[in-house]
């Protein structure tokens, strides 16, 4: 293993030029922090072929009055796009949609919404329903407007299973520009399916999720399951709390699917009731590249069971358990140019002289913040400290 590096906080101050990083000392006037990571969009999503038709929601009844149920009316513009596909535009105005029945998504379509278009979750009691579903389809891209869920007047007790969008054995599908919030289960949910018979699993490839916020939904901002080359980046996911894992995002694929070649780029996981990031079993390949974690009850990333991993120029700071632990044999990860800070809390509070967060209480003896336990081939190398 390289050496690791511990400064001070006089120290890292001369240095946070070089680490895109200030920190507020008394008497001193600090330099602002980077903007959040969703705020400075670093990547364009990829174009999706499809057909140049173009239907709007309202031609085929759609209302938009919050009141009256839209899902017939958004499968029927769905329904009515040609062979070659094109895009359903949903203008402003607040959507009602019944997501036992859910919006199907097809084929080489994309769903615009506008930036004031939102689609409401019907209050429902069921354990599995979805406002968008996509199911074994491609060359699907979604954008616009917003999700809310229907968490705080489910009309059940049961399942964690109420998203915002699932995505199911798909492929080249991108997810741009959205908000999601308060739904019973994830914000957004990627994995794959049985063929009939149960002959074998069919999982998602080529997703790209980018300049999203995901917030307040009850089990993940988005959960990860049996997938392929899936890109995340410029997000938001924040606020999850209610029913297990409770993560910003999970990746954790459903016995026996695995996960590979997962991207997670300048992304925001802040106040997730667990982890920020968990990568769970079966999960090989994975970068996690300038994203900031903080003030989650977890760990700010937690590996169990992963394999080949990069963790990079990450800012791991406040978070109630270690800023990173890679656990229960976890293998080939390397780990390098982030900063930690003030992690192992287990309790905060604002100290009134600074700005700045500041440790109450945590367990004695122990190392704040890189937690490695049952694990192989972990290089450490160039990361940065500060309690």
């Keep these: 293993m390289v050496p690791e590096c511990r400064i001070s906080r006089r120290d890292l101050i001369g240095r946070s030029v070089c680490l895109g990083l200030a920190i507020a000392m008394p008497g001193c006037e600090a330099a602002p922090m980077p903007v959040p990571a969703a705020l400075v969009p670093r990547f364009k999503a990829p174009a999706r072929s499809r057909g140049d038709a173009r239907i709007d929601v309202r031609e085929h009844g759609a209302r938009g009055d919050g009141i009256h149920d839209d899902t017939g009316a958004f499968q029927k513009a769905v329904d009515a796009l040609p062979g070659e596909g094109g895009t359903v535009h949903v203008p402003g105005g607040k959507y009602l ?213 990069v963790i990079s120029g990450n800012r791991v700071r406040h978070n109630r358990l270690h800023g990173l632990g890679l656990r229960g044999q976890t293998a080939g990860y390397r780990v390098s140019q982030n900063y930690f800070r003030n992690n192992n809390t287990r309790r905060v509070k604002l100290n009134r002289d600074s700005p700045d967060w500041v440790s109450v209480e945590g367990p004695k003896g122990t190392k704040p913040h890189v937690d490695i336990n049952n694990a192989s081939d972990i290089s450490l190398a160039t990361n940065f400290y500060a309690d």
């Excluded at 199911?168 to 009939?196: E, H, N, Q």
């Design 97 to 309: 949609i019944d997501p036992v029945r859910s919006v199907n998504l097809r084929d080489r379509m994309h769903l615009q919404l506008a930036p004031d278009a939102e689609l409401v979750a019907k209050p429902n009691a069921a354990e599995r329903a979805y406002v968008l579903h996509l199911n074994q389809v491609s060359d699907v891209e979604i954008s616009g407007g917003r999700i809310t869920g229907d968490r705080k007047r489910h009309l059940g007790r049961k399942g964690e299973w109420g998203h915002g969008i699932q995505v199911r054995a798909s492929s080249r599908v991108t997810v741009r520009d959205m908000r999601f919030a308060d739904c019973w289960g994830d914000g957004m949910s990627v994995g794959g399916i049985w063929t009939p018979g149960r002959t074998r699993r069919i999982v998602s490839e080529d997703i790209v999720i980018a300049g999203i916020v995901s917030t307040g939904n009850r089990r993940q901002g988005l959960s990860i399951g049996g997938s392929r080359n899936v890109r995340v980046h410029d997000s938001e996911f924040n606020d999850t709390s209610g029913t297990a894992p409770e993560c910003g995002i999970d990746i954790e694929p459903d016995a026996p699917d695995s996960t590979f070649d997962v991207h997670i780029e300048n992304c925001l996981m802040r106040g997730n009731a667990s982890n920020g990031l968990q990568i769970y079993r079966r999960v090989h390949d994975v970068a996690v590249l300038d994203c900031l974690f903080e003030l989650n009850g977890g760990y700010g990333i937690l590996a169990i069971g992963a394999s080949d991993g």
